[in-house]
């Protein structure tokens, strides 16, 4: 204990305020527990501050913009200047307002907030440093933890973040201005969101990436919609190059290098790097040592279902505790751990976790593709209706993509759900509800969907999968 | 191929034996898993053992009989490579070597095999909310059959589930597929132990003028009207079902608001698939039973004709023999066991315990007919088959307020009488096994339909041996109708450790004196004994004149 330390104690002590944490903190509290949370940067973490809710409201933005120049065959004639700065205020504003609301709900909740930065120092206790030079510090003792610190960016050899033209998605979505020129490393989910709002704003976009595809885990009918649509807007594509290193031009930009297995060298010119070569789990800043605790090989804290670590008392949730890293996992794990530590029976025991890519068009999977349901030993029976077949589709002037829903023949239950399309991860909790309530091809079909809409394909999906469909030919 | 053995699983509660009573299996018969392969009963429980293997029988190591200690192998059987070992894994290393020289052909006719038995991804469909209730309810979801539309399970399966208290069978010991109940409380009460014959329909029933010519028809036309009661169209103007739901009424031509159902959801009445399936099926029932019973009016009529009326019990609901058809017969030495020799036990410490004192009267029940055939339309229409026995549960729990002692246990030990502040009525019931003693809790805080209900069901799942041990338990008072077989007055064991038993029986017209005239008029007797330790003579013919207050003036129960 150091000199000057205060005390405290609380019965559920969550560390980190992102989306796991907040949910876990509040309804701890709605549990009647004393329960502190310690945030050492923004309140809602990387997804309201940094992530999620920033791109998102980048995207849309880009869109209109888009749309606005690019809507001649609705006889809409267009040509949208954009302020990056302002644009950039309207996103700040946004994420104030969402950031503001989840420390009011914290206090309301009657949840402790605490700044700074926690480490154990033992199995029961952590010492909090308060954020800045002799803001002192303070030892909190707690019976649970729920750890819920996140992930950040991998940074790639070569590419430092703390250079300028280096940027990490959370740079990127802090400009203000709009590069020219983009290199943009990884064509995973984060780098095709962002390789397509740069691209509507006017930037020439390249991405480089190591596989031989865009989205790696989606499927190749999948990525296709989205890497056709990405080409059309001028993103450039170059595949099985890995970035090896940048520098400085003579004409005030920068060089990007690449490199294929092979040897071969490449390099781009660009006016900045947009490194989104995926996330790293955050522990180093834990000392999980002290508490008994050691992340495994992929740098994750290891759960049951009841988002218990090794040590019993100690809960993790959110990226910290595995993939898939999402924000909506990291919540429902976070109400699970809150939970059990308030005695509950609550469990991790969901059938699917959706997910979804806000690219152009979206995509949104949930549950099992054909190829896993086959893998588990169902015999899939599988349903799509392309979005070009949609009433409603036609009328918003986006229809390339489809539902596709992944059905057990024998019982009709619903196991899975790929769309990619516009609205997709919206239409995609139509299937999840599905999937978590065992719901039939039939029910989905039989149930009545209102006209005209994009929600009609998953219904019309459903009815293909039966060989019934009305509106696509059956097979 | 490879051989497994079979060990006699630990059937629970401490069970170290159990008698084989039956093989359900013969060597050379092929099995799955899950099948049940034999029957065995313990002093508990007569349950089924399931095969935990696909294969074929090769070997029965327990004769019929049998007492067959717990752990000891008692079936052999031939097992096909890859099948799922549910059985811990390497037996001997040996074993492994012969499965790798299994012939591809049988590895693969075994994958077939497991396919078709076992879940794809060991997946159970159940909606998060009724995945939780299984938690709560510690509940394994992957041994729940579901009896939504493709099997998805439901709150009702979960619930059931852990009433019956299947818990999922281990790889290491498979229990028991339909643990039925036990009697560690007593399953008793009768004097006539060995009475093997029951009315299977309405055992609480006192039966009015049964045994006359004629009763058959009768009987045979209330069969009907059972079946249609079970059938009946529950007429509703809206229902909630799934649209799968739907589609399968529409399969089955059914007017999903006829289904009766007593699950709700918001409020309004809900209809699953499988209740669908159940009231086609009753329908159908009702229709058939419809016409055999024309069939068989006829011929009782002419029988009647023909004959002296001389019937007693109509053939084909009396006797239930033990044992079925290889059932003993005259000349064999039964083995005293299982549920028979528990409640053979229990009688004898009743008896030996308890110095008992009979006491007999009879009461006028004109009224009770009365008010009861007033009364029978509506808790039919509601479902509900109501007999006298409620009333008279009703009568005994307004008795036993009144006099606490009868509602009490002597606790030698403690040397205290324990007076209960609970009205639990027992119905002794005669299922196939023996007598079991399914109890009504509170009878004083329900209602005549609610009771009626409660009973009709916990005397059907008695006789199905379905019911759970803990419904067997807690009682503080039993009735027994022994009318509903014959007789008037009996001289009941009391069910210890409680104070009172009351007989009644059968309810008929006995010439009564009303006004100075002799008529004929409906009359229940009554045979109550009790613990002369706990209670006098004086107590027992105070609580049977209250009783008879209450039976004899029925609108008195209301005020209860």
Not at chain 1, 176 to 184: E, G, I, S
Not at chain 2, 173 to 196: I, L, N, Q, Y
């Amino acid at each position: 204990m150091v000199v000057g330390d205060v005390t405290t104690g609380t019965e559920v002590l969550v560390i980190g305020a992102g989306p796991g944490g907040y949910v876990a903190a509040i309804r701890a509290a709605q549990r009647g527990l004393d329960t502190t949370l310690v945030e050492r940067d923004a309140y809602g973490g990387v997804c309201l501050n940094r992530g999620c809710i920033p791109s998102k409201a980048y995207i849309t933005a880009t869109d209109v913009a888009h749309e606005a120049a690019t809507a001649e065959e609705m006889g809409i004639h267009a040509d949208p200047a954009v302020d990056m700065a302002a644009m950039r205020d309207w996103k700040d504003g946004v994420v104030d307002r969402l950031t503001g609301g989840v420390e009011k709900l914290c206090k309301a909740n009657g949840v402790d907030l605490v700044e700074g930065t926690a480490r154990f120092t033992g199995e029961n206790t952590v010492r909090v440093e308060h954020g800045g030079e002799g803001q002192g510090s303070e030892t909190v003792e707690f019976e649970r933890c729920i750890v819920s610190t996140g992930s950040r960016p991998i940074q790639l050899p070569g590419f430092d973040f703390a250079d300028d033209p280096v940027l990490s998605s959370a740079d990127a979505l802090d400009l203000d201005t709009v590069p020219d020129r983009l290199v943009v490393v990884g064509a995973g989910y984060i780098g095709m969101e962002l390789s397509t709002v740069f691209a509507k704003l006017g930037t020439d976009v390249t991405v480089v990436e190591m596989l031989s595809d865009v989205l790696p885990g989606y499927e190749d009918d999948v990525a296709r919609v989205v890497r056709t649509k990405a080409e059309n807007l001028g993103v450039g594509f170059n595949f099985g190059e890995g970035a090896s290193g940048w520098r400085d031009s003579a004409d005030g930009g920068i060089v990007v290098t690449t490199e294929t297995e092979d040897g071969e060298e490449s390099s781009y010119a660009a006016d900045a790097v947009l490194v989104a070569v995926g996330r790293r789990p955050v522990t180093d800043t834990l000392d999980l040592e002290n508490a008994g605790l050691e992340p495994n090989e992929d740098g994750f804290l290891e759960t049951d279902d009841r988002t218990r670590t090794e040590r019993d008392h100690i809960h993790a949730v959110g990226d910290v505790a595995g993939e898939p890293m999402l924000a909506h996992k990291a919540s429902a794990e976070g109400i699970v751990a809150a939970e059990v530590a308030a005695g509950e029976p609550a469990a991790l025991d969901h059938q699917a976790i959706p997910a979804a890519v806000f690219t152009d068009p979206e995509i949104a999977t949930v549950g099992l593709t054909q190829a896993e349901a086959e893998e588990e030993g169902f015999t899939p029976a599988v349903g799509q209706m392309p979005f070009n077949a949609s009433g409603r589709a036609l009328t918003t002037g986006h229809t390339d993509g489809f539902v596709r829903v992944v059905a057990d023949e024998e019982s009709g239950f619903v196991l899975g759900g790929q769309i990619v399309g516009p609205e997709a991860s919206e239409l995609v909790a139509e299937l999840a509800l599905a999937i978590e309530m065992g719901a039939t091809l039939s029910d989905v079909a039989s149930t009545i969907h209102t006209h005209p809409t994009l929600a009609e394909a998953v219904m019309e999906a459903a009815e293909n999968a039966m060989g019934e469909a009305i509106h696509t030919l059956n097979r | 191929m490879t051989i497994r053995e079979f060990k006699l699983p630990d059937v629970g509660e401490g069970v170290a034996e159990g008698e084989l009573v039956q093989w359900l299996v013969e060597p050379g018969d092929a099995v799955s898993e899950d099948q049940p392969v034999a029957e065995v009963e313990t002093d508990k429980a007569l349950v089924e053992i399931p095969s935990s293997y696909d294969g074929t029988v090769k070997e029965l190591r327990a004769e019929e009989g049998e007492m067959v200690p717990v752990g000891d192998v008692i079936i052999t059987f031939e097992v096909a490579e890859e099948a799922e070992e549910p059985e811990a894994a390497g037996e001997s290393e040996a074993e492994e070597a012969t499965e790798a020289e299994a012939t591809e052909s049988e590895a693969t006719e075994a994958e077939a095999t497991e396919a078709e038995t076992t879940t794809p991804g060991e997946r159970v469909f159940a909606p998060p909310s009724t995945r939780r209730l299984a938690r709560e309810l510690d509940v394994d979801l992957q041994s729940v059959a579901g009896s939504g539309p493709g099997g998805r399970v439901t709150d009702a399966d979960v619930r059931a589930a852990a009433e019956a208290g299947t818990e999922r069978r281990t790889a290491e010991s498979p229990e028991p597929r339909s643990v039925t109940f036990g009697s560690g409380t007593p399953a008793v009460s009768r004097r006539e132990p060995d009475e093997p014959t029951v009315s299977r329909r309405e055992p609480d029933e006192p039966t009015v003028s049964r045994r006359e010519a004629g009763d058959r028809t009768a009987r045979a036309v209330e069969r009907v009207a059972e079946e249609r009661a079970s059938s009946r169209a529950a007429g509703r103007e809206r229902t909630l079902a799934t649209p799968a739901t739907r589609r399968v009424a529409e399969e089955l031509d059914v007017d999903i608001d006829d289904v009766p159902t007593e699950k709700t959801r918001e409020g309004e009445p809900f209809v699953t698939a499988a209740m669908v399936h159940d009231y086609a099926e009753s329908q159908r029932a009702a229709a058939e039973t419809a016409t055999e019973v024309e069939a068989e009016v006829g011929s009782v009529s002419e029988a009647r004709a023909a004959e002296a009326p001389a019937e007693t019990l109509a053939p084909e609901e009396t006797v239930e023999a033990t044992g079925g058809e290889s059932g003993p017969v005259p000349g064999d030495r039964v083995p005293y066991r299982g549920v028979r020799r528990s409640i053979g036990e229990h009688m004898q410490r009743s008896k030996a315990e308890i110095p008992h004192a009979v006491h007999y009267d009879g009461v006028d029940v004109t009224d009770l007919v009365r008010l009861r055939e007033r009364l029978r339309p509506i808790a039919a229409n509601r479902g509900v088959k109501l007999t006298y026995m409620p009333f008279v549960l009703k009568a005994v729990a307004s008795a036993l307020r009144e006099h606490p002692y009868m509602n009490a246990s002597l606790d030698e030990d403690a040397e205290e009488i324990v007076l209960h502040d609970e009205y639990n009525v027992g119905v002794a019931t005669a299922t196939d096994a023996g007598l079991m003693v399914p109890v009504v809790r509170d009878v004083d805080e329900k209602g005549l339909v609610e009771i009626a209900a409660e009973l009709n069901d916990k005397v059907e799942r008695t006789r199905e041996r379905t019911i759970g041990r803990e419904e067997m338990q807690g009682g503080t008072f039993t009735v027994t109708n022994v009318g509903v077989v014959g007789g008037e007055y009996a001289s009941p064991i009391v069910n210890h450790p409680e104070v009172g038993i009351l007989a009644m029986g059968a309810i008929e017209k006995r010439p009564t004196v009303v006004d100075d005239d002799v008529v004929a008029r409906h009359t229940l007797p009554l045979s109550l004994a009790i613990d002369h330790r706990v209670v006098d003579g004086a107590v027992a013919a105070e609580f049977t004149n209250h009783l008879k207050s209450s039976l004899s003036t029925p609108e008195r129960l209301l005020l209860e």
